[in-house]
Structures are given as structure tokens and as C-alpha cells.
């Protein structure tokens, strides 16, 4: 039997409450947990059982007595108090799966990361920099996923040719060249201070007018219309390829809300249907697979050109959100660990 042990019995044996006590041998030994003893009151019923020396009983343990004794004037109150404080220290282990909660900073840094992800992705969706025209006499322009971009301010002018006036035939042209009907565009009763110095088409109606405005310079040549034509259908590989990745793209923006709703939840404490705030981490990894498989696609559809050209801005926002979603879901995941 251990010291503990015996000093719990001990005073038991002076008559005390099991609740006092207790509280009387933490005092001396914090830690110490009683065991069903079954022979404590032995050693109270062994005196007790001696008629004949009733005054010698309290002089048989004097150190036993001390400790009890010194604390004597407590009442009972406070002594059956001390149990329910040691027994609330067992609490936390109830509470051990709070952490779950998310409430970690690297929780707050991968809803962070996964918010930046979806804002970036919708940027680069609606961007209409995706390839940007170096060729000398293309400055301004630039080609988004499915719509072409033309900025007439920063139109070069030929020799013989003012800043002015270079801008206005820009508009002029592009107004014309990127409208969805190229004859009653042409026939629009407005001047080139009507019209923006940026203009915004569809890359769809840009091909299809490219041609209208070229095969009448063909004199009715049939091989000439014919190369004509395969040049508008090279054109048309670029839009089309743009819908393809666009559509992906759109993917990993529905991906990234979604992680961004789970991972939010799962931050504040919050359970969604189905439990869905465990999944987040996943969420977030596809979404950004999707962005990056999005650019790849694109990419890889694009028509071959000798067109001195670069990637734009819409790409690399979605580069940039794609790995921002994959981070998300992997400080989720070490977070969880």
C-alpha cells in the first residue's frame, strides 16, 4: 500500500467523509487517487472493540492526527469542494477534440489562400490578356480566352502621320473589325469621338470579318479564297481553344468556392450538411489541379503561329491561383496532422 494510501485510510479512520478525506490527502498528496480498499475501517473497529482504555485511543496515532487536526476548523463545506475541482480537471479530455475547430492560424492562412485562389480565377476568366501581340504594329492588342482587346492609345503613327490621327483610325478599324455585324457597324452614323480609345469583341466575330473584309480583294481567285479559308479556321482554333480552358477554368472557381465555404466553416466552428467541412483540403486541390489543367488545355489547343506573341496577364493570375488553392488544401492538411 502506498504512503498516499495509508494516509487516505487513516483518516478515514478518524471518522471523516470520504469527500474531506480526500480533499485532506491531496493536501499532502496532489496527485493521489483512491483505491477500493475494503479493509479501511479495520483498523478504526480494532481500537474501538478495547473497553477497558477508552482515553488512550486518541494518544495511539498522534501523527496521524496531526494533519486532520490542523485542518479541523474548516467546515465542511469547502472540503467537499475540493473533490469537484480535482474531478474538473479531467474535463479537457472531453474537450480534446475542439482543436478540430480549425482555429489555427494555418487554418486562417489556408482560407486566406483559397479566398485569393477563387478571386484570381475569376479575374483570369474574365481577363482579355491571355496572349498579348508583340508584333510591331499590334501594340495594344491582346487576346482573352474567347474576346480580343484592342487599346488605340498607345497606336503607333506611320510617317507623315500624327498621334492623333493614328489613334483615330485605330478606333475606326477596330470598331468596325471587332463587331458582331462588320455592315451596319460601318454604317453606324457616329465619329471616332463616339467611340472608346479600348475596344472589346467576341475573337469569333474578329475571324469571321477578317475574312468578309479580305475576299473581295481576291477577285474571285479560288485558291486564294480557299488559303483565305483555312486561314479563318486556324483563326476560329482560338477561341475555340479558349471556351475548352474556360470551361475547366470555370471548374476550379465552383472548386474553389466550394473550399472556400468548407474551409471557413471549419475555421469558426461551424458543421455543414454531411459533415462537408472535413473535405475543404480536398476541395481546395482540385480546384487548383482544375486552374493549372485549365492553362494546360488552353495552351495545348492553341493553333501553331508565327505571330511574335507572349502570355498575358489572365495566365498568370490563373497560374497563380491554381497553386494558391493547392497551398490551401496542403495547410489544411498539415494542420489536421
Not at 485569393?116 to 492588342?141: K, P, R, T, Y
Request: glycine fraction near 10%; hydrophobic fraction near 45%; proline fraction near 7%.
Amino acid at each position: 500500500m502506498s504512503a498516499a494510501q495509508d494516509y487516505y485510510n487513516q483518516v478515514l479512520g478518524m471518522g471523516h467523509s470520504p469527500e474531506n478525506a480526500l480533499a485532506y490527502t491531496r493536501q499532502h498528496y496532489p496527485d493521489f487517487v483512491p483505491g477500493v480498499a475494503a479493509p479501511v475501517a479495520a483498523p478504526v473497529m480494532s481500537p474501538a472493540s478495547q473497553q477497558a482504555v477508552p482515553a488512550v485511543q486518541p494518544m495511539t496515532q498522534p501523527a496521524v492526527a496531526a494533519a486532520p487536526v490542523a485542518a479541523a476548523p474548516v467546515t465542511a463545506t469547502p472540503a467537499v469542494g475540493a473533490p469537484a475541482a480535482a474531478t474538473s480537471a479531467y474535463a479537457p479530455m472531453a474537450a480534446t477534440p475542439l482543436p478540430a475547430g480549425g482555429t489555427t492560424p494555418m487554418m486562417w492562412a489556408a482560407v486566406g489562400c483559397i479566398v485569393f485562389a477563387l478571386l484570381l480565377s475569376m479575374a483570369g476568366q474574365f481577363s482579355h490578356s491571355w496572349i498579348v501581340n508583340n508584333e510591331e504594329g499590334g501594340e495594344g492588342q491582346s487576346v482573352g480566352l474567347t474576346t480580343i482587346r484592342q487599346d488605340c492609345s498607345v497606336a503607333e503613327p506611320d510617317a507623315n502621320e500624327t498621334k492623333q490621327q493614328a489613334i483615330d483610325e485605330c478606333k475606326a478599324f477596330a470598331y468596325v473589325l471587332f463587331a458582331e455585324d462588320m455592315e451596319t457597324a460601318s454604317q453606324d452614323d457616329i465619329t471616332v469621338d463616339d467611340i472608346g480609345s479600348v475596344i472589346v469583341g467576341e475573337y469569333e466575330d474578329y475571324c469571321d470579318n477578317i475574312y468578309t473584309f479580305t475576299a473581295p480583294l481576291m477577285m474571285g481567285d479560288q485558291d486564294a479564297l480557299a488559303n483565305l479559308s483555312e486561314i479563318r479556321d486556324t483563326c476560329l482554333e482560338t477561341p475555340a481553344a479558349g471556351s475548352t480552358g474556360g470551361l475547366i477554368l470555370w471548374l476550379g472557381s465552383v472548386g474553389a468556392l466550394l473550399g472556400t465555404l468548407m474551409l471557413s466553416a471549419g475555421s469558426i466552428g461551424k458543421t455543414l450538411p454531411a459533415q462537408a467541412e472535413k473535405h475543404g483540403k480536398w476541395a481546395g486541390m482540385a480546384a487548383g489541379v482544375l486552374m493549372l489543367l485549365a492553362v494546360l488545355v488552353w495552351w495545348l489547343l492553341l493553333p501553331d503561329t508565327d505571330t511574335d506573341t507572349s502570355a498575358g496577364m489572365g495566365v498568370w493570375m490563373t497560374l497563380l491561383g491554381g497553386v494558391l488553392a493547392i497551398v490551401a488544401g496542403v495547410l489544411v492538411f498539415m494542420d489536421q496532422e
